[in-house]
Nanobody
Framework: QLQLVESGGGLVQPGGSLRLSCSSSAFTLDDYAIGWFRRAPGKEREEVSCISSSGGFTVYADSVKGRFTISRDNAKNTVYLQMNSLKPEDTAIYYC?????????????WGQGTQVTVSS
């Protein structure tokens, strides 16, 4: 089991920023593509972003393009999701997951999630 841990969530006002982190103490994440997903109240899970194992390929949901940036720091074995200009509709539990390629759908390893709440 690939052990993933999300952190960095919290309560922010609209227009604010948060940086989420996804890491593992058991595996080297640079062997994997890492995706960020979210589940908002009353809605199905949505893919927010994904980054390839090399960092050379990234993809974003239309709803977050221009506001969110995914990146990775191999030295720290961590993948980040920088979230700027946050909106109330970004409120959700955010999860990271791993697979070989971003273009695939077999997300087999998940973290426990971190809560992001955007409210005035």
């Amino acid at each position: 089991q690939l052990q993933l841990v999300e952190s960095g969530g919290g309560l922010v006002q609209p227009g604010g920023s948060l940086r989420l982190s996804c890491s593992s103490s058991a595996f080297t994440l640079d062997d994997y593509a890492i995706g960020w997903f979210r589940r908002a109240p009353g809605k199905e899970r949505e893919e927010v972003s994904c980054i390839s194992s090399s960092g050379g390929f990234t993809v974003y949901a239309d709803s977050v393009k221009g506001r969110f940036t995914i990146s990775r720091d191999n030295a720290k074995n961590t993948v980040y999701l920088q979230m700027n200009s946050l909106k109330p509709e970004d409120t959700a539990i955010y999860y990271c997951a791993a697979q070989r390629l971003c273009i695939l759908s077999n997300w087999g390893s998940w973290g426990q999630g971190t809560q992001v709440t955007v409210s005035s």
